[in-house]
T-cell receptor
């Protein structure tokens, strides 16, 4: 069975600090996708990134970067120079190989990030 | 605006009542989903649909029902059989097989 573990329940940082959110996953599939979503206080889940299992290149998007390592089954998310607007719950998710048009996402329990001035 | 619209944002249910949460998308996605979120927990899949007139149970389907009469719409009914319905419900859709986008969610409270 698939499993996603986000061991950090809550992280507090001061603005401008760098912060890394950890994600460890388990799957028997050879083809899978990994995701990060942001959930601000308003509740909606905002899609941040999707990475397939064959692409281990790190990715950077502005202050956000992701480190995917199949050898350790990890897909960590780093925010550089954090800002108050980054305060949210962040979810890591794993999608099994799909058939048809649907995908089944398995979510971690989320990491609450609090950025203060 | 393109996206996924859920309504109502807040809903109160009396014991023994059925309630229906609406979800509409204009992204032309084939697949749609309903997830439940409880405080401090991740999301759990209730139902999903790959195409009109088709839907499949997820991990926690008991006490819920859905329909998919139109591609754009995937309403969720929380029935009186659901013993602990108070939660945050998120509708989602995904058209390319693996990227799933979410609506703003609906808060359901039993009073």
């Amino acid at each position: 069975a698939q499993k996603v573990t986000q061991a950090q329940t809550e992280i507090s940082v001061v603005e401008k600090e760098d912060v890394t959110l950890d994600c460890v996953y388990e799957t028997r599939d050879t083809t899978y996708y990994l995701f990060w979503y942001k959930q601000p206080p308003s509740g909606e889940l905002v899609f941040l990134i999707r990475r397939n299992s064959f692409d281990e290149q790190n990715e950077i998007s502005g202050r956000y970067s992701w480190n995917f390592q199949k050898s350790t089954s990890s897909f960590n998310f780093t925010i550089t120079a954090s800002q108050v607007v980054d305060s949210a719950v962040y979810f890591c998710a794993l999608s099994e190989e799909w058939t048809g048009t649907a995908s089944k996402l398995t979510f971690g329990t989320g990491t609450r990030l609090q950025v203060t001035l | 605006d393109g996206g996924i619209t859920q309504s109502p944002k807040y809903l109160f249910r009396k014991e023994g009542q059925n309630v229906t949460l609406s979800c509409e998308q204009n992204l032309n996605h084939d697949a749609m989903y309903w997830y439940r979120q409880d405080p401090g927990q991740g999301l759990r899949l209730i139902y999903y649909s790959q195409i009109v007139n088709d839907f499949q149970k997820g991990d926690i389907a008991e006490g819920y029902s859905v329909s998919r009469e139109k591609k754009e719409s995937f309403p969720l009914t929380v029935t009186s059989a659901q013993k602990n319905p108070t939660a945050f419900y998120l509708c989602a859709s995904g058209g390319d097989g693996n990227t799933i986008y979410f609506g703003e969610g609906s808060w359901l409270t039993v009073v």
